[in-house]
């Protein structure tokens, strides 16, 4: 989500006339976009905002502004700590700033931006499509700096991947802490299934994904939306955070561990073949040896293509931090998230040595070291050596060799159906 909202500022800042450039000491303007989920995430955010003071101090005039989850309601603490810091933005408020720098170059920021879409986007790209949530899990800051959910209209979604499209992207991740939440609190009240097949429609776009989902919020129309529509990737995140049902209680989640499971049950049997991920907090305050132990049963159970693991991390704010007590000591949370990982990178290596000598489809999405990458549309990481084609296609790769985290392939004999060129980026499609 952080992401996505650096992307649209930058969007903003480009249409006043401002370019990006390689180092901060050739900016006239400054932007660290915040994050504050962990402590460890937090820290280096303030190590990166006191890094910064000398570039302000040897020129008053740039501006330097702080924004993301760092960024509560009231900033008085915040501009006493980091008195050099001109600008502060709550996530996706990017008013402040682009009222300052409309002020120096002496024209009405709101008469010249429009689209906060991607100007030059990759040939994937996210797009935000509901802000905050209402959770209020007793361990997350989010809906405290993110606020309340709220979605935006189906056909503002639908314009700006249109455009998007028109830009050169081919695949695009629609974004939400609960995505599949998305709509609820709109008049008509549309769900994601129905963004989903609007989505869809669109030519020249050739895939497209969702994140983050909920398990409360996952409806059988959607887990249908995903089997039907074909540019729609057989993937989902879907955290369960806990496989302890007194664990996930006390972490606020709705859910018990069994309907969970029946949930992930649901999906296999209505999606063949889908890929899953989830995310697992260990060491949340008064997790037991035994409660840890069922999230580790459940992670070697149900087999997912991604396990995101966490060790529990005190957050102000939060109802947990108001309410529990940190009592698993760090020696142990870090016990716990080693063995969780080793367990799941055996699982995953597992998994993808069953793909070698297998074709997958991959989405060309550019060069690291000398190679090829892209993904699946299961969301794994592929590495080829000859594209054969350019940025942005679709080409079937041959499984060579598997491990944990990524495979590598050749592009299959005769495959010279490139079923995607990218559309070049013109100038016109720039000003659209
Ligand atoms: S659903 Fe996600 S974003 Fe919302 S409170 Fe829970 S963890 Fe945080």
């Given at each position: 989500m952080n992401q996505a909202d650096s992307q649209r500022l930058a969007s903003a800042l480009e249409q006043l006339g401002l370019h990006s450039v390689d180092r901060p000491h050739d900016a006239d303007v400054i932007v660290l976009n915040s994050c504050v989920v962990r402590q460890s995430a937090e820290d280096k955010v303030v190590g990166n905002l006191t890094s910064m003071k000398p570039l302000k101090t040897n020129r008053p005039d740039r501006v330097l502004a702080l924004m993301g989850c760092?960024?509560?309601?009231?900033?008085d603490d915040l501009a006493k700590q980091f008195?050099?810091?001109d600008v502060f933005m709550r996530?996706?408020?990017?008013?402040p700033l682009l009222d300052l720098v409309g002020q120096r170059l002496g024209v009405d920021w709101e008469g010249c931006v429009?689209?906060?879409?991607?100007?030059?986007?990759?040939v994937t790209c996210y797009v935000p499509i509901i802000h905050g949530?209402?959770?209020?899990?007793?361990?997350?800051?989010i809906p405290y700096r993110r606020g309340r959910q709220v979605s935006r209209p189906l056909g503002e979604v639908v314009q700006e991947v249109e455009l998007l499209v028109r830009r050169g992207v081919k695949e695009v991740t629609v974004l939400g802490q609960?995505?599949?939440?998305?709509?609820?609190?709109?008049?008509?009240?549309?769900?994601l299934a129905d963004l989903l097949a609007l989505l869809n429609?669109?030519?020249?776009?050739?895939r497209i994904r969702f994140l983050t989902s909920h398990p409360s919020y996952m409806s059988q129309r959607i887990i249908q939306a995903v089997a039907d529509?074909?540019?729609?990737?057989?993937h989902i995140n879907l955290p369960?955070?806990?496989?302890d049902d007194q664990v996930l209680e006390r972490m606020r989640r709705p859910y018990t561990q069994g309907q969970y499971r029946e949930l992930i049950h649901q999906i296999r049997e209505t999606i063949p073949g889908v890929s899953l991920s989830t995310d697992v907090i260990v060491g949340?305050?008064?997790?037991?040896e035994a409660q840890y132990q069922r999230s580790l049963e459940l992670i070697s159970e149900l087999r997912f293509d991604k396990v995101h693991t966490a060790a529990y991390s005190q957050r102000p704010e939060t109802i947990a931090f108001r309410t529990?007590?940190?009592?698993?000591?760090q020696e142990e949370k870090a016990r716990r998230l080693k063995e969780l990982d080793l367990v799941q990178e055996n699982i995953l290596r597992e998994k993808n040595e069953t793909l070698v000598g297998q074709q997958v489809e991959v989405l060309i999405e550019g060069r690291k070291k000398g190679k090829w990458q892209g993904r699946t549309r299961s969301d794994k990481l592929v590495f080829f050596p000859d594209s054969g084609a350019g940025m942005g296609s679709l080409v079937d790769v041959l499984v060579e060799k598997a491990s944990p985290w990524s495979l590598q392939g050749s592009v299959?004999?005769?495959?010279?159906?490139?079923r995607t060129t990218p559309s070049p980026v013109t100038a016109e499609a720039l000003r659209r």
């Amino acid at each position: 989500m952080n992401q996505a909202d650096s992307q649209r500022l930058a969007s903003a800042l480009e249409q006043l006339g401002l370019h990006s450039v390689d180092r901060p000491h050739d900016a006239d303007v400054i932007v660290l976009n915040s994050c504050v989920v962990r402590q460890s995430a937090e820290d280096k955010v303030v190590g990166n905002l006191t890094s910064m003071k000398p570039l302000k101090t040897n020129r008053p005039d740039r501006v330097l502004a702080l924004m993301g989850c760092k960024v509560g309601a009231k900033t008085d603490d915040l501009a006493k700590q980091f008195p050099y810091v001109d600008v502060f933005m709550r996530p996706q408020q990017y008013g402040p700033l682009l009222d300052l720098v409309g002020q120096r170059l002496g024209v009405d920021w709101e008469g010249c931006v429009g689209s906060l879409a991607a100007t030059h986007p990759d040939v994937t790209c996210y797009v935000p499509i509901i802000h905050g949530c209402d959770l209020m899990c007793s361990f997350c800051i989010i809906p405290y700096r993110r606020g309340r959910q709220v979605s935006r209209p189906l056909g503002e979604v639908v314009q700006e991947v249109e455009l998007l499209v028109r830009r050169g992207v081919k695949e695009v991740t629609v974004l939400g802490q609960t995505v599949d939440a998305y709509g609820h609190d709109l008049p008509e009240q549309p769900d994601l299934a129905d963004l989903l097949a609007l989505l869809n429609d669109i030519k020249g776009l050739e895939r497209i994904r969702f994140l983050t989902s909920h398990p409360s919020y996952m409806s059988q129309r959607i887990i249908q939306a995903v089997a039907d529509l074909p540019k729609v990737c057989e993937h989902i995140n879907l955290p369960v955070q806990a496989g302890d049902d007194q664990v996930l209680e006390r972490m606020r989640r709705p859910y018990t561990q069994g309907q969970y499971r029946e949930l992930i049950h649901q999906i296999r049997e209505t999606i063949p073949g889908v890929s899953l991920s989830t995310d697992v907090i260990v060491g949340f305050p008064g997790e037991t040896e035994a409660q840890y132990q069922r999230s580790l049963e459940l992670i070697s159970e149900l087999r997912f293509d991604k396990v995101h693991t966490a060790a529990y991390s005190q957050r102000p704010e939060t109802i947990a931090f108001r309410t529990m007590d940190d009592d698993v000591s760090q020696e142990e949370k870090a016990r716990r998230l080693k063995e969780l990982d080793l367990v799941q990178e055996n699982i995953l290596r597992e998994k993808n040595e069953t793909l070698v000598g297998q074709q997958v489809e991959v989405l060309i999405e550019g060069r690291k070291k000398g190679k090829w990458q892209g993904r699946t549309r299961s969301d794994k990481l592929v590495f080829f050596p000859d594209s054969g084609a350019g940025m942005g296609s679709l080409v079937d790769v041959l499984v060579e060799k598997a491990s944990p985290w990524s495979l590598q392939g050749s592009v299959a004999a005769g495959n010279t159906d490139q079923r995607t060129t990218p559309s070049p980026v013109t100038a016109e499609a720039l000003r659209r």
